[in-house]
């Protein structure tokens, strides 16, 4: 019998790049399982920082309002299955087993140019079109994966709503090195008979860019904060108060470009009932965003990774950070702008505590501790994430903060051991 974790490893063995930059290979792919995707709806998001929390507060709301509700994401921090809801709810282990066969099937019958092959990011996304369609999801909150014009999520026809989140220098290899050339490729969901959608407080010129594909473009009007701490925030927005979970100030960005999507779903029929609004925005939680695991000292995770994600950590750092020493364990992909991200680093660290990441794409942590070297911090090179947080929490006092960033390979690996129980000191 097929077991779950089979499937995974298959679909892994794909690999992360299948051939050249196109739509022709999932498209293929589709068609050969019936194009499920054309029998759903979507509001679809492209960008840098924000995609995860803000489609996540989307889906939560549009589950509220009583819609039933598909939400694909990536990447995923412990379950593979984490990538593929419905409702809230994970797609079940024998239902990625039967769709994985399905897929891998109907990938056998294309002809493809030589070379090149179904990847990986191109056969989920089929995956999750097929159990979407199979779940009958009135809905579906779809996140692409890398960029926007190419991405294996961008044969959908025209959504809902294209939100674009915010956009900053990452993947500079395949998607341009400025965020003007980011913002272009990401404005590749952006299609003639949707809502067009765009997070606020960014650089004038990347809203030139987005508006080059959507001159009917709205941005984001910012929220008024009311007060702010660890357990979230509370904040009115055109004259409405609510709340969220997600503790952070870039969170009140995400919640204003979902709240602004949501009244353009109001606008093409959706019905979206404001207290919908305020208890799905309340409910809405995702892990590893400015996520406390412990007090005294205080941990938290944050999945912070590129130099826009590391900006807004140093603001949050600022605001929740106690008197005490800070702490860090960090781990990096090698594919990342790692000198850039780290000099973006502005709040002081006592000791780091360097990590390797159980994936291929891991940054060496002597490396890492190179890229340090002009902080003249204190790092120590740790086996794995079990000893580095060891480490941290260890050599902390009760009023001092451990902080985990870099990636969000290393805060889902801590999160698996905090779920199986595997930390001496939590």
């Known amino acids: 019998m097929e077991t779950e974790q089979a499937a995974v490893d298959r679909i892994h063995a794909c690999g992360r790049f299948s051939g050249k930059a196109g739509l022709y290979r999932i498209q293929a792919l589709c068609a050969a399982l019936g194009n499920p995707q054309d029998k759903l709806k979507f509001v679809h998001l492209a960008g840098t920082n924000g995609k995860g929390s803000t489609a996540t507060m989307l889906a939560t709301v549009l589950e509220h309002a009583g819609y039933r509700t598909g939400l694909y994401t990536s990447p995923y921090l412990v379950v593979f299955r984490e990538r593929i809801r419905v409702n809230g709810m994970m797609i079940a282990p024998q239902d990625l087993v039967r769709l994985e066969a399905c897929v891998r099937q109907a990938a056998e019958t294309l002809t493809l140019p030589e070379g090149e092959r179904i990847g990986e990011f191109e056969f989920v996304t089929a995956l999750a079109f097929l159990y979407f369609a199979e779940q009958g999801c009135e809905i579906v909150v779809l996140e692409t994966g890398l960029g926007g014009s190419y991405d294996a999520t961008n044969i959908i026809a025209p959504p809902e709503a294209a939100v674009i989140t915010s956009i900053s220098l990452d993947h500079m290899a395949v998607l341009g090195n400025s965020v003007e050339a980011i913002a272009r490729t990401k404005a590749g969901i952006y299609k003639a008979g949707s809502l067009h959608f765009a997070a ?27 007060s702010r701490g660890l357990s979230g925030t509370h904040f009115a927005w055109q004259g409405n108060d609510y709340a969220i979970r997600l503790p952070g100030e870039y969170q009140t960005q995400n919640a204003a470009l979902a709240l602004t999507t949501l009244e353009g779903l109001r606008t093409r029929g959706w019905n979206i009932p404001q207290e919908a609004i305020k208890t799905g925005l309340q409910d809405a939680y995702i892990a590893g965003r400015m996520q406390v695991v412990r007090t005294n000292p205080l941990v938290l ?42 000099s973006q680093i502005d709040f002081p660290v006592e000791r780091y505590c360097l990590t ?5 794409r891991s940054l060496d942590p002597h490396q890492l501790a190179g890229y340090l070297a002009c902080q003249r911090t204190e790092t120590v090179i740790c086996t794995d994430c079990a000893d580095a947080l060891q480490r941290a929490v260890s050599a902390a006092n009760p009023e001092d903060l451990v902080l985990v960033f870099g990636s969000l390979y290393l805060v889902g690996e801590i999160e698996k051991l905090l779920d199986d129980r595997k930390l001496q000191t939590f």
């Open 200 to 226: 606020g407080g960014q650089p004038e010129s990347v809203y030139a860019v987005l508006r080059e594909s959507a001159p009917d473009l709205q941005i984001a009007e910012p929220v008024t904060v009311k």
């Open 301 to 342: 995770l944050d999945g912070a990774h590129n130099e826009g994600g590391i900006a807004e950590l140093c603001k949050n750092v600022k605001t929740f950070a106690s008197k005490g020493k800070i702490y860090a364990v960090l781990g990096m992909c090698a594919d990342k702008a790692v000198q850039e991200v780290v």
């Open 356 to 360: 390797p990441l159980q994936n291929e």
